[in-house]
């Protein structure tokens, strides 16, 4: 009885203990000093700091050692197995999903039966020299197989025989030379031209405007070598049986030349393989330098008319047509049987979901198809790219996800039009159009190794400039010192010198489609040559069996710091761009360039002074849409620094009109002659597709106008470009206003 009495006790007391437990644990928990959570800017500057921090130059070395072993042409195998690498490690690193996705489309190579090769013939038609087959294979790659020769890939077949002319670089001007001022006349011959200053693509269109019946393309030691540089493997320079393969396509924007517009996939409708956009109707191909001086050195007919006619070969650079002297009988041959033929090629898509904004994408694309190696393009790009990937999904992995979604695509064919980004683009235009924030391409990340070059949309002027002051210079003689200061000493803009350069979007890689085409805020970055010193065109092996991993390691970036500060620069505005609550864009930097562009086709104007009063041409309306663009951007982002950052509505709606503002300089009717290009404000020039133009409407409206028989229409043709140019600068001011 006493036992159970104490048990009574103890089980009567326990509430009481219990209580006094709780009342203690209580206090002590209230009382304690408290941690506050990590602020929200805290943790947005650390992953900001991680993500960079991960990237390592040793990393993208692999990478490009991995992927530069093999050839990987559009359309191999080769080039499908990097392909399902990727994805894989892709997968590995941690993105939501990587997945191959495939088009149809059309192709160009080499006839292994029948090779490629120019011919000079006698009177009796016997072949007395034949330029090389092949270019010779660099040391340690004599075993590999599956490197095509040198060709221009959708040249037309043929076997035409004629008097050769001289026409420098192919370019409009070299042809109105030739015909208004020397009196030669091209129709009917074979003309020779020297790769540099303009596409490849416009050199064909000019010799087919001019009537000619074949073209070759060399490359010149002025061209395609430095001073005092020795040539692969020994230096960098090219050597003399190196010949530069491209594509010779006149696209305009047009994608897959059998399915323009819309994507290549299997139930799409085709043309027939004649009937395909912008495919040279003459045959065009390829030679090295030494092939180049026996065709020149005994060119007939006028000397060059100036010094800038003249290349570094030892021979006179006279124009033709035809031999001279004991040569003048003979004429050359062309022999061209390259095939076009239907192929499947595969983008990798990988996506790491936003998750707040998911459905905002941010796109980082480059291509991974080579003519060969692929040394420096695309392979420094697409290593790049897969240190960023890896970068980012390790984020991910440790619990972190972007604000939006990130895309990231390795494109196939853009060798060949940039056919992979584009029937991508096709086929998610719509969903593009109402989602897509921005896209950063990564094609090669070097082009040299002496400055930053940057080309973007004038609203992502700031966000590289700040990006710019936050990364470390890698170049020599910079230590402690950031990109932006090495960039800016390097190249400061022509007019604004307190600021360094960046220029406009023309074409020639993947961000194509996205900007010309769809009005996606669009930009690129990497390291170029010294454009003040370096006459040469672009880095001197180009599209060569010599761009290899060791050119890279040897010359252009033995440490691959230039490469990880690319590396470090496209992950920094990708992570900006999917992170930042409000969309880093300044619309303000856009009136001011639209300033700079209408000032400056008014002065191009200028120079036909009687004709603007003639024809009653006023570019009162555009100058007027300028200022009230301007006055448009300076309000809204008044109102932007003032918005509710609490408010996500709020925020969605300037974001929104952030987003947007790129897309209300499309016009969907496009340029006139190429449709596909539907920016009012930039276009690739219609006289090299390289390069971008400003306003290009009227430009192209204005150029040579001179020469136009009707100069009424011409004149016509003007008012109207202006009059599209101030409307749709007027509406993108519009786009700008408060909400109502």
Known sequence: MARSKATLCTWLGCPGLLGCFLLGFLAGWFTKPTEPPPNSSDVYQNVRQKLVAEMKAENIKQFLRSFTKLPHLAGTEQNLLLAKQIQDQWKEFGLD????????????????????????????????????????????????????PPYN??????????????????????????????????????????YGKIFRGNKVKNAILAGAQGIILYSDPADYCAPGVDAYPDGWNLPGGGAQRGNVLNLNG????????????????????????GIPKIPVHPIGYHDAEVLLRSMGGPAAPDSSWKGSLNVSYNIGPGFADNSSTRKVRMHVHTNNKITRI??????????????????????????????IDPTTGAAVLQEVVRSFGKMKMEGWRPRRTIIFASWDAEEFGLLGSTEWAEENARVLQERAVAYINTDSSIEGNYTLRVDCTPLLYQLVYNLTKEILSPDEGYENKSLYESWLEKDPATEKNSYPRINKLGSGSDFEAYFQRLGIASGRVRYTKNRKVDKFSNYPVYHTVYETFELVEKFYDPTFKKQLTIAQLRGKLVYELADSQVIPFDCRDYGEALKGYSNRIYKLAKKHEEQLKTYKVLFDPLFSAVVNFSKAAAEFHRRLEQVDRKDPVAVRIMNDQLMFIERAFIDPLGLPGRKFYRHVIFAPSSHNKYAGESFPGIYDAMFDIESKADQHEAWEEVKRQISIAAFTVQAAAGTLKEVA
């Open 346 to 375: 595969y983008n990798v898509i990988g996506i790491l979901r936003g998750a707040v904004e998911p459905d905002r994408y941010i796109i980082l694309g480059g291509h991974r198809d080579s003519w060969v190696f692929g040394g």
């Open 97 to 148: 999903s990587a997945e191959l996705v495939h088009y149809d489309v059309l192709l160009s190579y080499p006839n292994e039966k029948q090779p490629n090769y120019i011919s000079v013939i006698d009177d009796q038609g016997n072949e007395i020299f034949n330029t090389s087959l092949f270019e010779p294979c660099p040391q340690g790659y004599e075993n590999v197989t599956d490197i095509l």
């Open 153 to 194: 890939a959708f040249s037309a077949q043929g076997v035409p025989e004629a008097d050769l002319v001289y026409v420098n670089y192919g370019r409009t001007e070299d042809y109105f030379k030739l015909e208004r001022e020397m009196g030669i006349n091209c129709t009917g011959k074979i003309v020779v031209a020297r």
């Open 254 to 277: 047009a994608g897959d030349p059998l399915t323009p517009g819309y994507p290549a996939k299997e139930y799409t409708f085709r043309y027939k393989v004649n009937e395909g956009v």
